[in-house]
């Protein structure tokens, strides 16, 4: 484990494992790093670097008052590049964390990064407006942040069943999994949680595809009621000259544990 300090000087928890060509894993929100646990296994047994790291405000980071912004992640994420001088590497990014891959490389270019990956993502652009007429509804994201700041705990326990798609007959992940998602979720600041949803429900990423100049992965759930496909993922494998789209067929948002073998399958496919 390591501690990086960024641009502000927050600190970012990093968790860095194993050797061979690096794979950087950006976590979704409101869980951490630690959220890849099937992928950090997979991937260190093929023989790679695997690299994971607590967003700010959330986990083990630094919990500061400002910088929820996506131009302050990207920073950041640049800051965990730089400080293990990582090279050749791809990024994996799921859903806000796409959103880190797309702004990331608007910023600070592809000098570093071999490959890319944006699974469940939120970029592209969510927000309902009149240039992306298939967008969420700003009241929704208004909701969720009334929902948090009410009773965040029972928000979170809710959140976790859409987010991985139970229901009344549908229980593609055991109890034991939304117990950890809510451990994960709980250690975020509430600031941060609040703040987040109008970063990645908010942030127009679309700009930033052209800066997309490395092979590209896209996967998405045809299921995704959290980031619906339309405006993220349909939009980012148009937009991003050569990305290839998988489509999981009616999975939720959180496949990374309701199909992580498929997942890992993909992944390592693609990272060879």
Partial sequence: MATIESKDGTQIH???????RPVVLIHGWPLTGDMFEYQTLALLEAGFRVVTYDRRGFGQSGHPASGYDYDTFADDLAAVLDGLDLKDAA???????GGEIARYLGRHGAARISKAVLVSSVAGYLLKDDSNPDGVDASVFEDMKAQIRKDRFAFLQSFA?????????SRPVSQGVLDWSFVL??????????RCVDAFGKTDFRPDFRAFTIPTLVIHG?????????????AAAKAIPGAKLIEYEGEPHGL?????????????????
């Fill in 161 to 169: 069943k859409s987010f991985y798609g139970v229901g009344v007959l």
């Fill in 91 to 97: 990024l994996v990014g799921f859903s806000m964390g």
């Fill in 14 to 20: 990093v968790k860095d494992m194993g050797q061979g």
């Fill in 256 to 272: 990374f544990a309701t199909v992580p073998d498929r997942l890992n399958e993909d992944l390592l496919a693609f990272l060879r």
């Fill in 185 to 194: 979720g709980v250690m975020a600041s509430p600031l941060a949680t609040i």
């Fill in 222 to 234: 045809t299921g995704d009621d959290t980031v619906p496909i339309g405006p993220t993922g349909h």
